[in-house]
């Protein structure tokens, strides 16, 4: 177990993309500045994807172009294919996420392509890049890694196959998302241990979804076997619109919250963050399911309250 964590904030990116309103790129540029001065890691800052798919993130370079960068933060950019990829290029993205399925029916209704027929785009997608930013950072994130909604649990052996690939193609992280809330603790730690003992040269991140109430579970879960890099989204925000029932992302702040509490240095300042989560709602226009916004640290002391006479 380790004494210090890092987050990666995705709200801008997997928030945002499901979220039924456009947030004016001026306002999206000012969440990701208030976010980058509260101590994250890294800032999911947007997708090269098609606006025609993810029309609420069609702004992408206005968005990189707009920010400003904080030292120590890596801004990170989805790119899905070659064009995204150069895309991304132009605009100075500081690393790229790419994405896969471990499903085959998840990534035909997302990508319209099995896993192995994605890690041979990928595998052009890094060489192409590299040719040109030999220093670019890969991150590739293995959606439904502890389950499919359309066709139930993924077999280990074929998540371990998917990074084994994927090391061998020269990312330097891989992230396990459970893209629809279905992992458990116990599911976790045994996938991450395998992960971490296999593969210690690749940067392991883990992208939960809090769906059925289990996101803090999980992530405490992880940390347990040695993962220190976590995705998390403000307020809770995100979900995948190709996968059904797919709801929030773990929520940053109650992440955070729950390691402080530890004892574990994330890196965070926990009350700038709360009150950045505290500007969504108005953003937005609807209530995060976050709960440290709500209720308080739990730290917070109140008055004592007087005495019935």
């Known amino acids: ?6 987050i990666n904030e995705v709200a801008p990116r997997d928030g945002l993309q499901i979220e039924p309103v ?55 950019a989805l790119v899905p294919n070659q064009r995204g990829a150069e895309r991304a290029l132009e605009s100075g993205a500081d ?18 392509m099995t896993p192995w027929q994605s890690l041979e785009r990928l595998e052009g997608v ?29 077999a280990e052996a074929k998540i371990l196959g998917i990074v084994e690939r994927l090391g061998g193609l020269g990312v330097d992280g891989i992230s396990l998302c459970d893209t629809t809330g279905m992992a458990n603790p116990s599911q976790v730690s045994n996938l991450c241990k395998h992960v971490l003992t296999h593969h210690s040269e ?22 347990q076997v040695g993962v220190v890099h976590f995705d998390a989204a403000l307020g809770g ?28 240095d994330t890196g965070v300042d926990l009350e700038a ?23 308080g640290r739990a730290n917070r002391r109140y008055p004592t309250p007087k005495s019935a006479v």
């Not at 702004?59 to 172009?65: C, G, I």
């Not at 690393?95 to 990534?107: C, K, Q």
């Not at 989560?277 to 209720?295: F, I, S």
Request: net charge neutral; charged share 15%; hydrophobic share 45%.
């Open 237 to 264: 925000l995100g979900g995948c619109p190709f996968a059904p029932g797919a709801s929030g992302n773990v929520c940053t702040e109650d992440l955070v919250h729950m390691f402080e509490e530890m004892g574990v």
């Open 202 to 223: 690749l940067r392991l991140t883990l992208h939960l979804h809090n769906t059925r109430g289990m996101g803090l579970a999980n992530a405490l879960a992880g940390w």
């Open 126 to 154: 890094i060489a192409h890049v590299r040719a040109r930013a030999p220093a670019t950072i890969f991150n590739a994130s293995i959606s439904t890694a502890f389950g499919c909604p359309f066709e139930g649990p993924v």
């Open 95 to 112: 690393e790229y996420n790419l994405v896969l399925s471990a499903s085959d029916s998840h990534g035909l209704a997302n990508l319209r």
């Open 1 to 6: 177990m380790n004494e210090r964590i890092y």
């Open 22 to 76: 456009f947030v004016p790129t001026t306002e999206k540029v000012a969440l990701i500045d208030a976010i980058s001065a509260t101590g994250v890691a890294a800032i999911e800052t947007t997708s090269f994807t098609s606006s025609k798919a993810i029309p609420s993130l069609a702004d992408a370079s206005d968005v990189l172009a707009g920010i400003h960068r904080h030292k120590g933060v890596r801004y990170v």
């Open 273 to 295: 963050l709360i009150k950045v989560a505290q500007t969504l709602p108005t953003l937005l226009g609807h209530e995060m399911p976050g709960q440290v916004v709500k209720a």
